[in-house]
């Protein structure tokens, strides 16, 4: 079993800077994919941006790609998503996903990932 705890969000003004944590408890994450989704009011939960744990490659929505960036860190077990240059439409609950049985690749479908965080807000001011 994985415990996923997210912390970083809040309220930021369009253009600015976030940067959301997912710290994990409860096993080592070798050859876990690890990721972020978001669900905005009224929207489906969407794919983020994804992180293999071993060898770190990774894998973003269209969306974000060039203004958020994944990462993490062993010793901490903790995958960062680095968000810049906001923008109102990425205001949503952020949640930090877990899959420990992929071999290749990142899932972009929510039921692929075996755990999940509680999530935690992200709001964003025009």
């Known amino acids: 079993q994985v415990q996923l705890v997210e912390s970083g969000g809040g309220l930021v003004q369009a253009g600015g800077s976030l940067r959301l944590s997912c710290t994990a408890s409860?096993?080592?994450?070798?050859?876990?994919?690890m990721g972020w989704f978001r669900r905005a009011p009224g929207k489906e939960r969407e794919f983020v941006a994804a992180?293999?744990?071993?060898?770190?490659?990774?894998y973003y929505d269209d969306s974000v790609e060039g203004r958020f960036t994944i990462s993490r860190d062993n010793a901490k077990n903790t995958v960062y998503l680095l968000m810049n240059n906001l923008k109102p439409e990425d205001a949503a609950v952020y949640y930090c996903?877990?899959?420990?049985?992929?071999?290749?690749?990142?899932?972009?479908?929510?039921?692929?990932?075996?755990?999940w965080g509680q999530g935690t807000q992200v709001t964003v001011s025009s």
């Open positions: 992180i293999r744990w071993t060898g770190g490659r990774t």
């Open positions: 996903v877990a899959d420990p049985r992929r071999l290749v690749g990142a899932s972009r479908v929510f039921s692929s990932y075996h755990y």
């Open positions: 409860g096993r080592t994450l070798s050859n876990y994919v």
